[in-house]
């Protein structure tokens, strides 16, 4: 019931596509929901985090797609960048604070 | 704002010896740390969560007496690695949580282990 389900294990788009990565979830306890991105030998960077009472959050070029019937959220990553290429995780979190970790999406942006 | 430090940010150490690491929360007081470790090409895994001034608190299968933890104060905790084996080289990484309210990790850059 702790587990964050995450998918695709790796993506490849071409430059200036939508990127998709989606997740999901069972604790429905969970009340915090950021992702991460990686790049290799670095820590994990926040992107961008919704909290269940909205469906949609946007900044930039980064958009939180929340669906809280269906215990899945997702990231759409718009025109796509050859920058962007990185691990993005996605997460969840609940009274304890603690982070539970998706399996992570390897991106790759083709330029 | 929000930044996170950890030093060394890669250590190379002999079987059997002790390493400690730091993380450092900069321009934020942090009342919760947390530690992970990371396998090449896998998830981060929490080990322990450390709030200041009490003992950490430690997720299951995390040998506490193996790695110790002190958050001894609102900006610096330090994980030691004691008597490291090569199973224990790993990328180790704090994040640092404001005790204003807010849910936001902020994650340091990392310190990569290696046990020769």
């Known amino acids: 019931q702790q587990q964050v389900k995450q998918s695709p294990q790796s993506l490849i788009v071409q430059k200036g596509g939508i990127s998709i990565i989606n997740c999901a979830y069972e604790n429905t306890a969970f009340d915090y929901f950021p992702w991460y991105q990686q790049f290799p030998g670095k820590g994990p960077a926040l992107l961008i985090a919704?909290?269940?009472?909205?469906s949609e959050k946007k900044e930039g070029r980064f958009t939180i797609s929340f669906n809280k019937s269906a215990k899945q959220f997702s990231l759409h990553i718009m025109d796509s960048q050859p920058g962007d290429s990185a691990t993005y995780f996605c997460a969840a979190s609940g009274a304890t604070n603690k982070l539970i970790f998706g399996t992570g999406t390897l991106l790759a942006v083709q330029p | 704002g929000a930044v996170v430090s950890q030093h060394p940010s890669w250590v190379i150490c002999k079987s059997g010896t002790s390493v400690k690491i730091e993380c450092r929360s900069l321009?934020?007081?942090?009342?919760?740390m947390f530690w992970y470790r990371q396998f090449p090409k896998q998830s981060l895994m929490l080990m322990a969560t450390s709030n200041e001034g009490s003992k950490a608190t430690y997720e299951q299968g995390v040998e506490k007496d193996k790695f110790l933890i002190n958050h001894a104060s609102l900006t610096l905790s330090t994980l030691t690695v004691t008597s490291a084996h090569p199973e224990d080289s790993s990328f180790y990484i704090c994040?640092?949580?404001?005790?204003?309210?807010?849910?936001?990790?902020?994650f340091g850059p990392g310190t990569r282990l290696t046990v020769t």
């Open positions: 321009d934020f007081q942090a009342t919760t």
């Open positions: 994040s640092a949580r404001s005790g204003t309210g807010g849910y936001e990790q902020y």
């Open positions: 919704i909290r269940p009472d909205v």
